[in-house]
């Protein structure tokens, strides 16, 4: 059996990096994980291939090869999906579709043949044993269990072009135990963290070392310390070991909730296994917006410390910012931009609320009469599918303003030095810079030192990085390279 598995091209946006990757000559930022894990679950004796249409070409040859063509999506992925869907039709291929997009809408797309949904470790076995038996095949296979994760294989890491990517992934969890109005991650994933084994993660580090990955690799769960206790009586303690014994190939990192600064031994832990930087929901700094949305970790604390404490321990982090929460009054964009400028967060990702399906703010949204579409699943496009308490043009304006703000060339060498100043990195395990950091370096002097508007901030931030915070330069780079994608996703030239 021949099975042509195919990753849709994403839109170019703040994720992408993709005008981050040409400075360090890489196509994508990391490969489709649950792909890699469904082959791994297929029959050994079938046939595979992977299109990572980000940067290959589907090519018809591969098409033809096929005797299913499985799909995953999500949401911001559409407009390819209906490509791919159409060029699988044209030559009469039979389609099996599965992720996020598929799992919510999968009503939309009524010319795929099969639909494998949810966890697919629980639907993925029953679509096979019916293939297997030559029974008649259901459209839908989905369930309302959650699938127990040390049952689920090692990812087949062998297929992709490594590469060409900037970072491998790996799962270590699914589920979280908050309830965050506007996220659909429980609804998914449910709410009881469900962890693979300590010794299914070494295998996976083992197969990505043995593959001869080298460099980053982010962990792909909602909330990496869901399972705290676990996380640092076992994981950690091994994925140290296995790190040393491997003299520290990988440079880790992860999303976490923002209550992680309160726990000093675990930030050590992970630090000292390599954990470089994690991703933190911030949302907003209006108390009242943080109750509306039910964000309880982000509560009844000092962000601003919480954030500092974090990088002067020696991990950066790089926020989520949401406006158009109910409770948000007008000086909340000028709050945002303050409070984004003094953390120090270079990579700050503000986004409009949306309310996805399968959240409570959908229903509210339902209920209160408000919802006025499916959410495009791209948080930085400037859309919102509700209509929000506050007036829409004010909120769009002082969205904009937010962005304008944190991007522009002054503002945003403000803020990497700002992070310099308040990041600590001495006890880390040093590793020499990749050689395509160091082409980089060389790259952004022609690219930015040159011919790019903010070439005198360039300038003057790496002088003042070398004479003030020599050790961080490459981090410094690395920001200046954030910055000049940012820019050109949100079409800033200042
Ligand atoms: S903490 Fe993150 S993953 Fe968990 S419910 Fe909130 S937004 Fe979703």
Request: include cysteine; charged fraction near 25%.
């Amino acid at each position: 059996m021949n099975i042509l598995m195919i990753y849709p091209e994403y839109p170019d946006t703040y994720w992408s990096f993709s005008h981050a990757l040409r400075f360090i000559s890489k196509k994508v930022a990391v490969p489709p994980l649950g792909l890699l894990t469904i082959s791994a679950m297929l029959p050994k004796n079938w046939n595979k291939k992977l299109i990572d249409m980000n940067m290959d070409k589907l090519k018809t040859v591969d098409l033809l090869w096929a005797d299913y063509v499985f799909i995953s999506a999500m949401h911001i992925q559409k407009e390819s999906v209906d490509i791919v869907v159409k060029r699988c039709l044209a030559h009469q291929k039979k389609m099996v579709a599965g992720g996020p997009l598929f799992t919510q809408d999968y009503q939309n797309y009524p010319m795929i043949d099969h639909f494998v949904l949810n966890e697919a470790e629980i639907t993925l076995p029953l679509f096979l044993k019916a293939l297997e038996n030559h029974e008649k095949l259901d459209k839908v296979y989905e369930t309302k269990e959650f699938a127990d994760l040390t049952q689920t294989p090692v990812p087949d890491y062998h297929l992709l072009s490594m590469k060409k990517y900037a970072s491998m992934n790996l799962q270590v969890s699914r589920g979280c135990p908050y309830s965050c109005d506007f996220c659909e991650i429980t609804t998914l994933l449910g709410h009881k963290v469900r962890m693979k084994d300590t010794q299914q993660i070494i295998n996976e580090l083992q197969a990505l070392y043995d593959l001869n990955w080298r460099g980053a690799v982010s962990v792909v769960d909602d909330n990496f310390i869901g399972n705290r206790k676990q996380i640092k009586s076992e994981l950690l303690p091994a994925m140290h070991n296995w790190m040393q014994a491997h003299k520290y190939p990988f440079v880790f990192n992860a999303q976490t909730s923002i209550n992680i600064a309160d726990d000093d031994i675990l930030i050590k832990m992970m630090r000292d296994v390599g954990f470089k930087s994690i991703f933190i929901g911030i949302e907003t700094v209006v108390e009242e917006s943080l109750a509306e949305c039910d964000k309880v970790q982000n509560r009844d604390r000092d962000l601003l410390q919480s954030v500092k404490k974090i990088q002067h321990n020696g991990m950066q982090v790089s926020g989520g910012f949401i406006v158009g929460f109910d409770n948000d009054q007008t000086n909340v964009f000028q709050r945002q931009i303050d409070f984004i400028q003094q953390s120090g967060i270079v990579a700050a990702m503000v986004g409009l609320l949306n309310a996805p399906k399968n959240t409570k703010l959908y229903e509210r949204m339902k209920e209160e009469n408000r919802l006025m579409l499916e959410s495009s699943g791209n948080n930085t496009d400037f859309s919102m599918n509700f209509t929000p308490k506050m007036n829409k043009g004010d909120l769009l304006e002082g969205y904009n303003n937010i962005i304008k703000n944190i991007y522009s060339i002054k503002p945003f060498y403000k803020r990497i030095r700002q992070f310099l100043i308040n990041f600590n990195a001495t006890d880390m395990p040093s590793k020499r810079p990749e050689f395509s950091y160091i082409l980089a370096f060389f790259k952004t002097i022609i690219i930015i030192g040159i011919y790019h508007r903010g070439w005198r901030e360039y300038w003057k931030l790496l002088f003042w990085t070398l004479r003030k915070r020599p050790k961080l330069f490459m981090e410094a780079i690395t920001f200046i390279v954030y910055g000049y994608h940012f820019r050109m996703v949100y079409g800033i030239s200042r």
